[in-house]
């Protein structure tokens, strides 16, 4: 089929769904989360078969991470469908209202934005959030995954469809594109009229290709070239813990710290430590010179490696002079999409906060928080970097446009 054929389609579906109430998309969501737990074992054999052979392939274990599912993160992903369920529906929602002078009422009101288009690498766990996702908030998905994952994939969407229709609501509303030839992507950039909106997820070469040869809107998710800066001020023992939490708990992820800026003022007593706590986890550091001079096996920094998003167990490193450094550094070389700072001056959070550009700023906590599951705001589609409309997790109400309703009683415009 088509991307078209699948497109129209959808767009049918989505007629079902703008007017669906809230007990019916949460019933759909439940039963796509019990199907997924069911039938887990279908799911983790086809899994199987495309990380064997992306390993086959050489394909880096940073990648391989990304794309192989097992048990705890099919029930993690079964867990997040149904926190989509609990949370409240966005289609509906008065924004703003009242009633004029002239007794005109008016009402802006969150409505779907109909049929929403997803392309996105490796991670088959974004299958089932995008889905869930896109239809608590009205919307028919078309998911166009890689070809790494096409075999999980397709386990995932044919559970979710079959949930969905037994649910009594539309299997249409969720589809996958094939994957096997890259004519579906520039199809899906050029539905327009079919497709309401794109969102890429991946790197950076996948979004730059979408934003600028989409005729769809797309919303922008963006690379994670994450800092953490530790101040002259900071918590040394607290500065540590976080800066392991958000390089080593899970490296391949764009909310993983990716660059380490260090205050001169303790460089000397956190630089040593740091480093030898890095080595035992097995990271890689690209440090300046300055950095360097604390240990032999730190790795000279290209200017490269201040713009690389490692997604690996590696970091670059730098000690700057003052917290004014800091911020003109991640200026230069930051996503803009999380940027942390340990420090226990109010001013110099304060300072930082308001002049770091970036979709997340973090005080005394790890760059791992900017995640829609942790923030409440249930499973996200991605980190929007972009500065109109959605800018952070990408939860929700951000997957929603509005629309002017306004109720009279005969006025006309004098």
């Not at 922008?220 to 080593?248: P, Q, R, W």
Request: hydrophobic residues 45%.
């Amino acid at each position: 089929m088509s991307v078209i054929e699948q497109a129209t389609r959808a767009r049918e579906a989505a007629q079902v769904l703008a007017t669906a109430s809230r007990r019916a998309k949460d019933a759909g969501l439940v039963a796509m989360a019990d199907a997924l737990t069911a039938r887990t074992p279908e799911i983790l054999e086809a899994n199987g078969l495309d990380v064997a052979t992306a390993r086959e392939q050489g394909t880096p274990e940073s990648t391989v991470d990304r794309l192989a599912l097992d048990a705890s993160r099919l029930a993690g992903m079964a867990d997040g469908l149904r926190q989509i369920a609990g949370l409240p529906d966005p289609v509906g929602e008065v924004v703003r209202g009242g009633t004029l002078p002239n007794g005109l009422q008016v009402r802006q009101l969150r409505v779907p934005f109909g049929v929403v288009g997803i392309i996105y690498e490796a991670r088959p766990n974004v299958t089932a959030d995008a889905a869930g996702l896109t239809l608590k908030s009205g919307n028919a998905v078309l998911l166009r995954g890689s070809g790494s994952a096409a075999r999980s994939n397709a386990a995932i969407v044919a559970v979710l469809r079959d949930a969905l229709l037994a649910a009594g609501l539309p299997a249409d509303a969720v589809q996958l594109v094939d994957a096997t030839t890259r004519d579906t992507v520039k199809e899906l950039m050029r539905a327009r009229g079919l497709v309401d909106v794109l969102i890429p997820r991946g790197g950076a070469s996948l979004i730059r290709t979408v934003v600028e040869e989409s005729s769809v809107p797309v919303i922008e998710t963006g690379v994670g070239n994450c800092h953490l800066y530790v101040d002259e001020s900071a918590d040394l023992d607290m500065a540590l813990t976080i800066l392991l939490n958000a390089k080593v708990q899970r490296p391949s992820v764009c909310n993983a710290a990716e660059s380490l800026l260090v205050h001169a003022a303790v460089a000397d007593a956190f630089l040593p430590v740091a480093l030898a706590a890095l080595r035992e986890h097995g990271v890689t550091v690209h440090g300046s010179p300055e950095v360097a001079a604390y240990a032999d096996d730190v790795v000279p920094a290209t200017e490269a490696d201040w713009d690389t998003e490692y997604l690996a167990l590696e970091l670059s490193a730098r000690v700057v002079p003052s917290l004014d450094e800091a911020v003109a550094h991640i200026r230069r070389h930051g996503s803009g999409h999380s940027e942390a700072i340990i420090t226990s001056s109010l001013p110099a959070a304060n300072r930082f906060a308001a002049q770091v550009d970036a979709a997340a700023v973090l005080v005394n906590a790890s760059t791992r928080f900017v995640d829609g599951g942790e923030l409440g705001f249930g499973a996200e589609i991605g980190i929007s970097t972009q500065k109109l409309h959605a800018r952070g997790p990408m939860g929700l109400p951000e997957l929603t446009s509005t629309k002017y309703v306004i109720t009279g009683e005969g006025h006309i415009r004098p």
